[in-house]
Nanobody, 125 residues
Framework: VQLQASGGGLVQVGDSLTLSCTSS?????????MGWFRQASGKEREFVAG????????RYNDNMRGRFTVSRDNFKNTVYLQMNNLKPEDTAVYYC??????????????????WGKGTLVTVSS
């Protein structure tokens, strides 16, 4: 499974941005729960949001709940992260990841077997 995240860029405080992550490979995209993580400079990587294989369940980092929305389109092999009201502290490299196990949405990094290279989001004040 190869994951390619895109959509990052430089935005202003309060702006919105949508990240995309497209999957390719032999396995079906719908075999995987998907997650978004981020890592700010000098900080550990943290869970942002996750979505189950069918899209019926989602989970969010409490700090982003209400501002971020995760969704997926299994026909397009793509998972999205809609980010609203962006803040300077949202500046980070955002990664998508795929979890082939279970039906529950997990925030634990070790349960994600496949990772994209990340896309940089910079929120300027």
């Amino acid at each position: 499974v190869q994951l390619q995240a895109s959509g990052g860029g430089l935005v202003q405080v309060g702006d919105s941005l949508t990240l995309s992550c497209t999957s390719s490979g032999r396995r079906s995209f719908s075999d995987f729960g998907m997650g978004w993580f981020r890592q700010a400079s000098g900080k550990e990587r943290e869970f942002v949001a996750g979505i189950s294989k069918t899209g019926s369940n989602t989970r969010y980092n409490d700090n982003m709940r209400g501002r971020f929305t995760v969704s997926r389109d299994n026909f397009k092999n793509t998972v999205y992260l809609q980010m609203n009201n962006l803040k300077p502290e949202d500046t980070a490299v955002y990664y998508c990841a795929a979890n082939p196990r279970g039906i529950h949405v997990t925030q634990r990094e070790f349960e994600y077997d496949y990772w994209g290279k990340g896309t940089l989001v910079t929120v300027s004040s």
